[in-house]
């Protein structure tokens, strides 16, 4: 088998490498390939991507926190104090053995009983180490580097969600997206200047930090993508990209595939032989322009000309069905808006909803809120409800969406859709199609473009409105839930199409 | 260029260490620095040495070695002293093995040179049995040097 290891001690002198040097000789005695990064004062240079790519799983013998640990995050891994390298090396490299054939991640325990493996499918095995074990596959490989970005992104989820919620709970929902705080030209409002309330002030203040915080969503999910895949030199170029991306109108998912592209690019540069003078110019000059220059000629040139011609046409042909079967306009509106949260087929539905609203149908808005509440419900609801199924940082992402749902901000849901887009989107376009149809066949109604439940004065039929809502979230969290139990009994038979 | 001779001399070498407890062996291999000019404020060094041990729960292994060891202003040269103890030292090993060979090491503040990765060496072949075979049957401190010597080719 093939290792990699870190060794690590705080002034980094004596125990990292000798962690180093005890793991190199167990591993060749017992017949394994082994390279080992010592971090410290003395050093080594880090790992190869291609080494840690290749490698079954990874050692952490360290004393001090591991440098760029998101390197390893594909890999089975066994984590042990320095010392315990030192001590007992042949035992260490035996359970990275088990930790490699099992596919799971063991950690911490130090002593003779750790070696033993952990029983199946125990409580400590979280979904994303449990299909760790088949590393090799391309769509694990994706996964990883999905994952990846997605654990950046949320943080910028949370804040940006929150504080757009919070605006809408504190004041009314629908005027504080009318006022302006701050211009390039003329500086700060205060509430005096803008004839609002000090309240609906501090609303608009925190729904444009807010704002901002969601506008970097796509760039960093772009960004870190690309880094998972080329390291450093990707996040450039990814993050250019997802700008990009946003730009074109291409929402998350041309996120998604500007960060996959700018990774890829960069490795193939790479890859290109050069040296001496050239060779030292790469990661400075040569990666971040050609990698941007090549995915943002890619963005602008081949992919944002499909993407606006896509969008018209779904456009025309939604205005085309106004006064078609309303359940079938409801499921259409609902599996839209949830397809892409906040990318081009969302903001089509969403345009064509608020389009009715100013010829004065009010059923169609209501529809789509709805259908875009869903998503986040529906998935906070599902982390609830089968923990194991979710990684430690959707936990997180699944505590802030049960606000973000409620507040209609779909983007809440984007970081399970982007981890996992080929069993999340499916559930989520079921449920709110489910949703939007009910909506439509209750014959609710809503005069505001936005707000969520805190414009719940302004919608007609509200209780059957929140029923729509909750049997909506129900059949989200189920379909999810089904989907990647699906996953988890038959995940090795099973290669996820990427 | 630093060179293993530079880290390590006769002078700094006792194969019958004095001391029956931990820190008292600390500060006696820090006497062989202070006399050998490479610590100018002995308890100032012993001090951050202790202060490590303590925090790391000691340096000690199962092999019997303990390197207890220190940056700090209060070292003027980088060095490297050895001590040999007939007692053994509890320097905290996992197992309770006390430790016969012990390799205090005087790192100055912010130097990551070469003499670092002369430290580092060494460490590295503390993990070999044959090397700490050899400390244990050496006879006096010249041998003991030209053991460590021989090991860490440089």
Known sequence: ?498 | MTTISDLITPALVTTDLAATDTRTAIDELAQLFEADGRVTDRTAYVETVWAREQETGGTGMESGIAIPHGKSGAVARPGLAFGRSRHGLDFGAEDGTPADLIFLIAATEGDDDLHVRVLSRIARRLIHESFRMALREADSPASVVEIIEQEVEL
């Open chain 1, 1 to 498: 088998m093939k290792f990699v290891a870190v060794t690590s001690c705080p002034t980094g002198i004596a125990h990292s490498e000798m962690a180093a040097e005890a793991l190199e000789v167990a591993a060749r005695e017992a017949g394994h390939e082994i390279d080992v990064e010592v971090q410290g004062a003395a050093g080594s240079p880090p790992l190869d991507a291609a080494t840690i790519r290749d490698a079954d799983a990874v050692i952490f013998a360290v004393d001090a926190t591991v440098r760029d640990i998101e390197r390893f995050a594909h890999l089975p891994k066994v984590e042990i104090r320095t010392r315990e390298a030192i001590d007992r090396a042949p035992a260490i490299v035996e359970r990275a053995v088990a930790a490699a054939e099992r596919g799971a991640s063991e950690s911490g325990a130090q002593g003779a009983a750790a070696a033993t493996p952990a029983a199946g499918t125990g409580d400590d095995e979280d979904v994303f180490a449990s299909v760790t074990g088949d590393a090799k596959g391309r769509a694990e490989e994706v996964r990883r580097w999905l994952m990846t970005g997605v654990s950046y992104m949320i943080p910028f989820v949370v804040a940006g969600g929150i504080l757009t919620a919070a605006a809408f709970a504190i004041t009314d929902a629908v005027e504080v997206t009318e006022i302006t705080v701050f211009t390039e030209e003329e500086g700060l409002f205060l509430p005096g200047d803008l004839d609002v309330s000090t309240i609906a002030w501090i609303g608009a203040v925190l729904l444009s930090i807010g704002g901002v915080a969601f506008s970097m969503m796509v760039p960093v999910l772009a960004g870190f993508i690309a880094y998972a895949m080329a390291d450093r030199p990707g996040i450039a170029p990814g993050l250019v990209g997802g700008l990009l991306a946003d730009e074109i109108g291409a929402g998350f998912i041309g996120g998604l595939i500007a960060g996959l592209l700018a990774g890829a690019i960069v490795n193939a540069l790479k890859r290109i032989p050069v040296s001496g003078t050239l060779k030292r110019m790469m990661p400075v000059l040569i990666y971040p322009l050609i990698g941007t220059l090549a995915i943002g000629a890619l963005m602008v040139l081949v992919i944002g000309e499909p993407v606006a011609t896509a969008n018209q046409a779904l456009e025309s042909w939604l205005t085309g069905l106004t006064g078609a079967n309303q359940i079938l306009l409801g499921l259409l509106i609902g599996a839209m808006m949830a397809f892409d949260m906040g990318g081009p087929v969302n903001k089509v539905a969403y345009a064509f909803g608020i389009l009715s609203l100013d010829a004065g149908n009010f059923a169609v808005m209501a529809a789509v809120m709805a259908a875009g509440m869903t998503p986040p419900l529906g998935l906070a609801l599902a982390t609830v409800v089968r923990r194991r199924l979710f990684t430690e940082p959707e936990h997180r992402a699944g505590q802030a969406a049960w606000l973000m749902g409620a507040s209609f901000i779909t983007e809440g849901a984007i970081p399970f859709a982007a981890a996992d887009p080929l069993r999340v989107i499916p559930s989520l376009m079921v449920g709110s199609a489910v949703t939007g149809a009910l909506s439509l066949g209750f014959g609710a109604t809503l005069q505001a473009p936005h707000g969520g439940i805190w414009v719940i004065g302004v919608i007609g039929s509200p209780l059957l409105y929140l029923l729509a809502i909750v049997i909506g979230t129900v059949v989200t969290a189920a379909c999810v839930i089904g989907l990647k139990s699906l996953r988890r009994s038959g995940q090795r038979a099973e290669p996820v199409a990427a």
